[in-house]
C-alpha cells in the first residue's frame, strides 16, 4: 500500500491520550505515513515519563515551555526551537517545567501510537503503577530503566 499525501489541522485532532501526567495526540499514525509517527505532546509542570529506552529513534521539538530532558547520566533544559534526537535504545526522561510545556514528537518505528493507546486505557494517567506501565510498553519494546 501507498502512502497518501494528508493534512490534519486542529480542528480535525484526534482525541488527546493521557499518559504518566501528558497528553498526547496522534497527529500522524504509521498507517497513514507508512514509515514514522508525529505526536503533539502537552503536559503540566513535573509531567513526564520514567527514565526508560526502546528500540525506535525518537526526537523532540520544544514548542512552548521549557522542558527538562535527562538522556543517559545527562541532563538538559530546552526552551521553545530546541529539538532533542535520541538514538534507539538511548535511556532517557524528560519532565515539562514551570507553566507546563508543549513539543512535537518524531518517531521512527510505527506502533508507537498503539503503545500510547494500550498506556491511555490501562494505565492511571497520574501516580500511574509502574510495574503495569512496564508491562504494557514492554509489549512494544519499551524498557523502563533500573
Known sequence: MTARPFTVSPEEYADAL???GEQVTVLASGEATHGYEIFLQRGP???GPPPHSHPW???FFVTRGEIDFGIGADSKTAAP?????LPAGTVHWF????????????TSRLG???MFAEMAREIAPVDPDLGRLAEVGGRHGLKLAD
Open 18 to 20: 493521557e499518559i504518566v
Open 45 to 47: 509542570r513535573g509531567s
Open 57 to 59: 529513534d525518537e526526537s
Open 81 to 85: 526551537g530546541t529539538l532533542v534526537h
Open 95 to 106: 519532565r515539562f517545567g514551570p507553566g507546563g510545556g508543549e513539543m512535537i514528537s518524531i
Open 112 to 114: 508507537a501510537s498503539r
